[in-house]
Each structure stands twice: as C-alpha cells, then as structure tokens.
C-alpha cells in the first residue's frame, strides 16, 4: 500500500490524522502547527475536527480523553481511572518531587517572578537545591534578573509546568487554599505551604520592574 502524495489529508482522514499525531507527539500540540504542517488547512476546519475529536473521546468509554493544555491538546488519562494509573506508575518508582522540591515550585508559581531570596525569606530553608532539580526538569525557567542590588535571577513557570501539571495557563492554577486537594488529585507528595504562601501574599511590596523577559 502506497501513501497518498497529497500535503493535505482527504476530508474523511482529518480527524483520524490529528488523533494519530497528538497520539505520537510527546507534547501537546498547537491547532495552528497542525494546520501549517497539513499543507496549510484552515484554522476552523483544524479546530472543527479537534472538537469533534474531543466529543467523540468524550462520548465513549475510552481511558482516555483529548484535553487542552499548555495552548495545545494531548491524549490524557480519563479522571475516572486515574487512581489505577497512578497506582501503576507509583509500582514502578516513577521519580515524584519531593514536598521539600514541591514546596519551592508552588512559591515560584503563586510569586513569580521570584528570587531565591525572597523564596528563601518565605520558606526560612534555602531553596539553592529545589531550584536546580526544578531548572533541570524545565518546570521553571530563568526569566532575568531583578533590577536590585546583587541583580539576582528571577525565576517563573516554564511551558512543561503546565504541561507537567495538565493547566492550560497560570489562570488555571487553582486557588491557595484549593492546592493542597490539587496535589492530592495527583499523586504528589503535599508540602506545608499554605501559611508561607499567604504571608507572601500580605507582604507584596511590588517587585521592580523586570527587564521584560
């Protein structure tokens, strides 16, 4: 059986051509890079088959669901059958943060952009280590420096935060006080940080200006 020549999938094969590219991607995938990479479709035939896409794993009795990610759609596990999954993936060591690690990237998530010393101020432990492995994991990122004495480096959520913790945006992280349920609803290990995390919110200041970045 030969491939079809064609840049652009017939009608019929859009829907199974967008399932089986979001299938293979190992991040989520943006409607307008699949228009462009399917010899230019429109951006509303695109987003017509994904939500038909999204009715149909909605409709069956799939483990799965097409959800909406960091700005772009992923096959997830479907919330009914989460607890098994992760019940599997904990019986096979699947690496998690630490509270300690966890602690660390909910204050850089509620304060960003945030330095090492003013976490350290809100944690009263130094976050040098919590920083590295979260860097190296790309659920934070540099985002420059704080135009203070010292300059230090402002640190903020990366694109793979989102992905990681399935949030479409920062708009959908949920409230302080919701958070420790949040991480309960994955799996993760909870840290004691409700009490930093709303005397950071009292004591807001107003950081200085950042150079934007």
């Avoid at 491939?3 to 307008?32: G, H, N, Q, Y």
């Avoid at 987003?47 to 772009?72: F, H, I, K, P, W």
């Avoid at 060591?93 to 003013?118: D, F, G, K, W």
């Amino acid at each position: 059986m030969t491939e079809r020549s064609e840049d652009r999938p017939p009608s019929e094969l859009l829907e199974s051509t967008l399932e089986a590219i979001i299938f293979a991607s190992t991040d989520p995938v943006r409607p307008a890079d699949l228009a462009g990479a399917l010899g230019d479709i429109p951006q509303d035939e695109v987003d017509a088959a994904l939500q038909r896409l999204a009715s149909r794993y909605a409709r069956s009795e799939s483990g799965l669901v097409l959800e909406q990610v960091a700005g772009g759609y992923r096959l997830a596990t479907r919330p009914n059958v989460g607890a098994w999954v992760r019940m599997y993936f904990r019986n096979q060591n699947r690496t998690r943060l630490t509270p300690a690690t966890l602690e660390v990237l909910a204050i850089a998530a509620y304060r960003q952009p945030v330095t090492a010393p003013e976490i350290q101020a809100i944690r009263g432990k130094d976050p040098t280590y919590g920083l590295k492995v979260l860097l190296e994991k790309r659920l934070l990122r540099i985002m420059g420096r704080k135009k203070v004495v010292g300059n230090p480096l402002l640190y903020g959520t990366s694109r793979q935060f989102l992905v990681h913790f399935g949030l479409n945006s920062l708009k959908d992280l949920p409230s302080i006080e919701e958070f420790d349920a949040f991480l309960d609803t994955l799996g993760q290990p909870q840290p004691d940080l409700l009490e930093g995390a709303e005397v950071a919110a009292a004591a807001d200041d107003g950081a200085a200006a950042t150079d934007g970045s």
